[in-house]
């Protein structure tokens, strides 16, 4: 993504986001968190069906 793009922070290449992260590293490992969870929540949740 380019700098100064409508959809980063100013200066940054960093993608506006609902959490106001404009560290690209810090977002990278938020993401993963996030992902992560998801991802088991979901697990979870088709085990349980299959109960």
Do not use: F, H, W
């Not at 100064?4 to 960093?14: I, L, T």
């Amino acid at each position: 993504m380019e700098r100064n793009s409508k959809y980063c922070y100013p200066n940054s290449d960093v993608l506006i986001n609902k959490m106001k992260i404009q560290d690209a590293k810090q977002l990278q490992y938020y993401e993963a968190k996030i992902t992560a969870a998801k991802s088991l929540g979901i697990r979870q949740k088709r085990n349980y069906r299959r109960i």
